[in-house]
């Protein structure tokens, strides 16, 4: 069975910092990988996709990287952390693009 | 405007009773989809549709792509029903991107 797995599940960190989140998929060979955000009481916004090993493809420009290193791993970044990235991030991965997407617990996080 | 645009906002059901939530959208979407928010955050998919009716248990979910809507239907609310249901639709200029609705806040009340 497929597993996804998101670390860590919460983050509190200060303006300016560096940031790190992490995604994992076992179980799915070339699965399509998905992160999203919500802002507290938000909708949701998708930020990233990676259809491939080493290809991302932005979706909205929030001051934020993301990077596939390995097939099963999904890495969202940014070097200066902002006020407005505080949030709920989710990580998903679908079979194909025209499937649903199934998605992890998320990383609550809190910038102060 | 909201390109994908959800009512009610909010809504407070009395267990047993039945519901409709609806997207419209201002966008030409091929897909949609339905996801519940638990309150710890939790995302599920709920149905993933092309223009048709899918059912499952008692949910029902339709999507008329001509009309640009897609209606969710809870048939028998319990209180497991409570959350934010989110509708998305893909962009109507790259498959892969999807656009969310607001949610609709449901409260079962018992």
């Known amino acids: 069975a497929q597993t996804i797995h998101q670390w860590p599940v919460a983050e509190i960190k200060a303006v300016g910092s560096p940031l790190s989140l992490g995604c994992t998929i076992k179980?799915?060979?070339?699965?399509?990988l998905y992160w999203y955000w919500q802002a507290t009481g938000g909708t949701l916004q998708q930020l990233f996709y990676s259809i491939t090993v080493g290809q991302v493809e932005s979706v909205v420009q929030l001051n934020l990287s993301a990077s596939r290193p390995k097939d099963d791993q999904f890495i969202l970044s940014t070097e200066k952390l902002l006020l407005s990235h505080s949030g709920f991030y989710l990580c998903?991965?679908?079979?194909?693009?025209?499937?649903?997407?199934?998605f992890g617990e998320g990383t609550r996080l809190s910038v102060l | 405007g909201d390109k994908v645009k959800q009512s009610p906002s909010a809504l407070s059901l009395q267990e047993g009773t039945n519901s409709a939530l609806r997207c419209n959208f201002s966008?030409?979407?091929?897909?949609v989809q339905w996801f519940l928010q638990n309150p710890r955050g939790s995302l599920i998919n709920l149905f993933y549709?092309?223009?048709g009716t899918k059912e499952n248990g008692r949910l029902k979910s339709a999507f008329d792509s001509k009309e640009s809507y897609s209606t969710l239907h809870i048939r028998d609310a319990q209180l497991e029903d409570s959350g934010t249901y989110f509708c998305?639709?893909?962009?109507?200029?790259?498959?892969?991107?999807?656009?969310f609705g607001k949610g609709t806040h449901l409260h079962v009340l018992p």
């Open positions: 549709l092309v223009p």
């Open positions: 179980g799915k060979s070339s699965p399509n």
């Open positions: 966008i030409a979407a091929t897909t």
């Open positions: 998305a639709a893909d962009s109507d200029t790259n498959a892969y991107k999807v656009i």
């Open positions: 998903a991965w679908s079979p194909q693009f025209n499937q649903a997407p199934l």
